[in-house]
């Protein structure tokens, strides 16, 4: 960012904020000089439970396998890539991951700086890669990983082989402003979202499904990787204790498959069970003391801490210590349901994908809050709040508890906190479109909170190669026997999980789905009935905007301008009765306007940037569009290819131009070149009027206002947009409405 823009943001805050941040950042450095100095003195590893603690606790049952079962050959498939340590993370394509490979490199930017390792029981190995204080730990959980396990290298890029040190101290690596680098990579990977794959597959070979392995194979592996990592990133060092909200993620999905493996009679040896538990907290402690809490925006990072928080807390053994996590991470859940999602049900970071993320989040969350057993609940009641030096502000014991709404028990959730999570099922629903694939707004890097049963689909090599362009030049691994590639828009299986809390199942013939029995395990089984949704809530998805004379004042000033101010396209259909059946339903804080037929998905994005006027998430994309007719997509929104390895790259899919928006020029209507993740919403899109005439939107970022006017004919679209003053719109394409940028659907790039 430049000086400029700083300064300019410093002075548009209040003193009272300018202050909070300025002793957040006296901390930070003092964490630096001080802490820091003292991780190398001493051992970052805890070890705070000892052999003979209360283990953990656990919330799943035996889970039936009804579901699995359908998709035995997919979940036995990808347990044997993760088996082998391969992945397919951020458009990678499957890769085996090791230290020494070479990486095919992004972009033509590639690196060399990994290097091949000779493992040894002993732990000789980790001599010159971890920081003396922490050497003998790391090599005595080494020690316990199985002789033949080969270790996966976690702190590499595995795209352009750029490594961060395990010596580094997590403060200070950071993304690197080197081309082609990208620090989600690891991040991503040591997310470890995996983990629950080997624990169905585990399910499966217990009931003797064809191709499965043996078991233990699936729970022994479990065990090594969860070692390999303690043993290779000691706490507070390394690329993977950068970024909390990774940590709280990681330790969620470390919990839940561990969980599974517990419900379905798998067993551990004392001595994993002791690191494993010891880690946990470690990954608690971690969060606690670098909550990415902040006083003007608290993002999904903030959510996901929260949530890790709630799981460490949850599970850990009851002390002190933990009664108070646990207080707080369920006072700041029930807090971020409101800073985070709209009344009407959306998120807050004006991207459909992230809705996707932060709903996870708060949808198991909540499960877990419900499922707490009596001791936990009693800790709520009696904790002592804890003071943070720069974090929210905790509320003393005891929590209020509230009425579950029709089960006759108490949570700390209060009734309108289910009436907002039924808000987010139907945001869910609503952007899904008839091909099963959710509306594509904002940023998508794929991201997850636990990935319990995607979606994949199987693929031939060459079809993978002709489909993906940064997959042209793929070479197979070894250990790929089958290319499945994951559809990271099917948002599907987020409204189906919540609609089980609800006790709704659209079909008792079908399966319960994996993610709802996971969600019915957490929360003890518990079906909430909540009363009737607040009558504002729900009539902000059937809402019309203004009337006959708004529209008619609208549609006046379009025929008001020069055709040299207007442009008029028209798409047509290959058939008929685009407006039979058609229904209109809006969620006006997130700025969505959707027109759905039998025959039509048109979504219309008219709103701001999110985020509380942050953007760090938003396009440019002020009343754009998506278009489905006939099932075929006409206009797809191109998503996000990459984030921070090429800035160039990333603006070019948040800019106009790669979206079906009025346009002038070559100009932006909100500025993307100060921050990779702000963006000033000068647009301020409104929308005018929307109803069974249509949609007229406005906005004014090019100083006069825009106007984009949308009807629907029977056998075709109607769009006019028109510019007030001297300026002209630019001519769009509607047979290439990205401007030749290529789709991307979770940073991979498809050729058409």
Known sequence: MKLKQIIKTILSQPPRIILQKILRLIHRRWQSNVVQKLDYLRSTYTRRYSQTSTPLDTFLKKPSLDALITDSEQTLSLADLYLNHTFDLLGSGWVQVKHGMECRGLESYRYAMGSACQTDPQGAWLDHRINTSNRSYSKNIWRMVSHEYTPIDWQLDFKSGYRWPEKKSALHCSPVPLPGVDIKVPWELSRMQHLPQLAWAYSLALQGAEGAQSPESYSNEFRNQILDFIATNPPRFGVNWHCPMDVGIRVSNWLIAYDLFKAQGASFDPEFEQAFINSVYDHGLHIIQNLEWSPTLRSNHYLADIVGLLFVSAYLPRSPEIDTWLALSVQELIRSMDEQFHPDGSSFEASTSYHRLSAEMMLYGTALILGLPDSKREALKCYSPISLFFGPTHQKAPLPFFSVPGVGQTSPLPPTHFEQLKQIANFTRAIIKPNGQAIQIGDNDSGRFLKLHPKFNRAELSEVRALYQNLHDYAEPDSITQYWME??????????????????????????????????????????????????????????????????????????????????????????????????????DFGLYLMVSPKLFLSIRCGPVGQNGNGGHAHNDALSIELQIDGIDRITDPGSYLYTPLPEIRNAYRSVKAHFAPSVGQREPNPIDHNLFKMEDKAQAQCLYFGDKGLIGM???????????????????????????????TLLDPLNPTNGLPISIGYGVRRH
């Not at 025929?559 to 798409?571: A, K, M, R, W």
């Open 487 to 588: 559809d990271h828009l099917d948002h599907s299986h987020l409204d189906r999980a919540i609609d089980t809390l609800f006790g709704n199942q659209p079909d008792s013939a079908e399966p319960v789905n994996i993610e709802a029995q996971v969600v019915s395990g957490l929360a003890g089984g518990l079906i909430v009935s909540p009363s009737n949704v607040n009558a504002s809530m729900s009539d902000t998805r059937k809402y019309t905007f203004g009337n006959d004379s708004s529209w008619d004042e609208g549609k006046r000033k379009l025929d008001d301008l020069s055709p040299e101010q207007c442009n008029i396209y028209e798409i047509y259909s290959h058939g008929h009765n685009l407006k039979s059946g058609l229904e209109y339903t809006c969620f006006p």
């Open 699 to 729: 906005h004014r970022a090019y100083g006069s206002p825009v106007y984009r006017l949308i009807q629907v004919e029977d056998d075709k679209l109607i769009i006019k947009d028109g510019i007030d003053g001297r300026q002209k719109l």
